[in-house]
T-cell receptor
């Protein structure tokens, strides 16, 4: 089954404690991205990757890092989380080749930073 | 001004009603347009792409108006199961970055 998986699904942490949210896809997609979703603001892109070792900033990259060492994985790293990073996070992937290709989203990670 | 704007609603309609949502975009270079459906804070799922000539999928019709820079989604014969948040997404497509810009979503509540 084609899917994007994220872990953990729920996380409560404290300010400053480094965390990583994993994302993995089994569709051999080149393109992956991370979004955060906040009430009234919709989905905003944090980072994206067009292929292995190729990453770039989205609209709201501050406070986040990513890496793309393997095609299937695209972890999101918060080196020093702060309360304003409390949000719902989605990982997404699609085949490179045009925007008509369906973008698949992971199930989401609900993060609370105290 | 946001690049992609939607009326957040909520739209409360009875079963069987026809409801339409609009989504405006500000960048005239936008090339690709989509409607996504999102249930109760779950992941968005592609409902349909929006083509220049308009397209229909069962009870759902999507249209694009480039002159006025908006896309629309029409749902006929609303079902209870149509209750969800509908997100429009737009991309510029000038480079193959695949970046989609989403509206904040329109909430639909279909009542018996």
């Amino acid at each position: 089954e084609a899917q994007v998986t994220q872990n953990p699904r729920y996380l409560i942490t404290v300010t400053g404690k480094k965390l990583t949210v994993t994302c993995s896809q089994n569709m051999n997609h080149e393109y992956m991205s991370w979004y955060r979703q906040d009430p009234g603001l919709g989905l905003r892109q944090i980072y994206y990757s067009m292929n292995v070792e190729v990453t770039d900033k989205g609209d709201v990259p501050e406070g986040y890092k990513v890496s793309r060492k393997e095609k299937r994985n695209f972890p999101l790293i918060l080196e020093s989380p702060s309360p304003n990073q409390t949000s719902l996070y989605f990982c997404a992937s699609r085949a490179r080749g045009g925007l008509t290709d369906t973008q698949y989203f992971g199930p989401g990670t609900r993060l609370t930073v105290l | 001004r946001k690049e992609v704007e939607q009326d957040p609603g909520p739209f409360n309609v009875p079963e069987g009603a026809t409801v339409a949502f609009n989504c405006t975009y500000s960048n005239s270079a936008s090339q690709s347009f989509f409607w996504y459906r999102q249930d109760c804070r779950k992941e968005p799922k592609l409902l349909m792409s929006v083509y220049s000539s308009g397209n229909e999928d069962g009870r759902f019709t999507a249209q694009l108006n480039r002159a006025s820079q908006y896309i629309s989604l029409l749902i006929r014969d609303s079902k209870l199961s149509d209750s969800a948040t509908y997100l429009c997404a737009v991309s510029h497509g000038s480079s193959n970055t695949g970046k989609l810009i989403f509206g904040q979503g329109t909430t639909l509540q279909v009542k018996p």
